[in-house]
T-cell receptor, first 113, second 115 residues
């Protein structure tokens, strides 16, 4: 298995633009997680899905952030409009169970100018 | 719900020296416990995990961790550190006993290795 795949690996955009991050989980994993990592706040859980259904989005910072999982092999995290404070590394992870080990993707480094 | 703390923000050790990274958790029952490592510019990689059974767990890259229920701890150890071990280390606690349970990550400990 190729592991969790994220794209793009790097994204540089200007304030106000829409940003879409993509994730392909490991096949057979029922849970998918989106995290944000910054120096100031560490690793934060934004949202997670079970069988394509959003279960807990309490970590989503504000309405500018949205996430979807249209099928078992694809998820997106969208920021619209983006702001400089959204600059961070965004990780996607998947697992067989919400309390079990998670497999992380390589992350997307987002820079909002 | 569970919680996890890593008391040391940053640790520096000499190459060849032993290492112990601390992790304490809070949970009403025996949780699932994990240690992850993150090298610069990389995602998190699982080093080892504890679910049940033997409280001393062996992982990859020569790491081990010991679950101590009485101290609510799951400290990570390595007898001899290599320069390539310099990275960020995260302890995590997981559980699935209630609908609120999930994996919670600690704040991380940054490890520097002096040649």
């Amino acid at each position: 298995d190729a592991g969790v795949i994220q794209s793009p690996r790097h994204e540089v955009t200007e304030m106000g633009q829409e940003v879409t991050l993509r994730c392909k989980p490991i096949s057979g994993h029922d849970y998918l997680f989106w995290y944000r990592q910054t120096m100031m706040r560490g690793l934060e859980l934004l949202i997670y899905f079970n069988n394509n259904v959003p279960i807990d989005d309490s970590g989503m910072p504000e309405d500018r952030f949205s996430a979807k999982m249209p099928n078992a092999s694809f998820s997106t995290l969208k920021i619209q409009p983006s702001e400089p404070r959204d600059s961070a590394v965004y990780f996607c992870a998947s697992s067989e169970d919400r309390g079990n080990e998670q497999f992380f993707g390589p992350g997307t480094r987002l820079t909002v100018l | 719900a569970q919680s996890v703390t890593q008391p040391d923000i940053h640790i520096t050790v000499s190459e060849g020296a032993s290492l112990e990274l601390r992790c304490n958790y809070s949970y009403g029952a025996t949780p699932y416990l994990f240690w992850y490592v993150q090298s610069p510019g990389q995602g998190l990689q699982l080093l080892l995990k504890y679910f049940s059974g033997d409280t001393l767990v062996q992982g990859i890259k020569g790491f081990e961790a010991e679950f101590k229920r009485s101290q609510s701890s799951f400290n990570l150890r390595k007898p001899s550190v290599h320069w390539s071990d310099a990275a960020e280390y995260f302890c995590a606690v997981g559980a699935v006993k209630t609908s609120y349970d999930k994996v919670i990550f600690g704040p991380g400990t940054s490890l520097s290795v002096i040649p």
